[in-house]
Each structure stands twice: as structure tokens, then as C-alpha cells.
């Protein structure tokens, strides 16, 4: 079994930045990649960010820039840096890895609330 727990989410005001952190632990032998969604209220889950396990990385356009993913293999974890948040950047943030046979393990999500 497979466990993802993130954190670092909480309130901020527009314009200021969050760490999210997501370990992963369990039976790990190896994964394809980690990343990050999240879903605003009353929308549909969306890609944030995902970096996989050589290093290549992907944004959503809307954080190009201003987002930036990273990751410590050794730790099976990742991390999101927000910086210049927006009002539109609200949302449960979910982390998940992606194992070597494509199956996905996800977290329970964080809370990011950015108030203008």
C-alpha cells in the first residue's frame, strides 16, 4: 500500500507565496512521476504541475511562471513553490504519484485560500 500526505496549504494574501509538500511512503519501488492538481470550488480538477522521476517538468499555463515543482527522488517526495498567488489560485490541492505500471496514489488534499 501506498500513502501521499500533503502540506503546507493555508491562507495568504494575494501576491504572496506557499510551499505545498507531498511525501510519499509504503510500498514504493520505483514511479513514473508526482504532481500536483487542485479544484476550485464548483470546478473540475485540474493539472497544476507534474515532474517526473528524470527530472522533466510541466505546468498548467495559468502558473507558468510563477509556480515551480521540485522533487527529492530519494524521498519519494515533492514540493510546489506558489509564488504570486491570485484570488484564482484557491483551491484543495491534491498531490498523487503516478507508480512504474501508471497506477496513481493521491493524497487527501490541502487547503490554499488566497484573499484579496
Known amino acids: 500500500q501506498v500513502q501521499v500526505v500533503e502540506s503546507g496549504g493555508g491562507l495568504v494574501q494575494a501576491g504572496g507565496s506557499l510551499r505545498l509538500s507531498c511525501a510519499a511512503s509504503g510500498s514504493i519501488y520505483s514511479f513514473n512521476a508526482m504532481g500536483w492538481y487542485r479544484q476550485a470550488p464548483g470546478k473540475a480538477r485540474e493539472l497544476v504541475a507534474v515532474i517526473t522521476r528524470g527530472g522533466s517538468t510541466n505546468y498548467a499555463d495559468s502558473v507558468k511562471g510563477r509556480f515551480s515543482i521540485s522533487s527529492d527522488n530519494a524521498k519519494n517526495t515533492v514540493y510546489l513553490q506558489m509564488n504570486s498567488l491570485n484570488l484564482e489560485d484557491t483551491g484543495v490541492y491534491y498531490c498523487?504519484?503516478?507508480?512504474?505500471?501508471?497506477?496513481?496514489?493521491w493524497g487527501q488534499g490541502t487547503q490554499v485560500t488566497v484573499s484579496s
Open positions: 498523487y504519484l503516478e507508480n512504474r505500471y501508471g497506477l496513481r496514489y
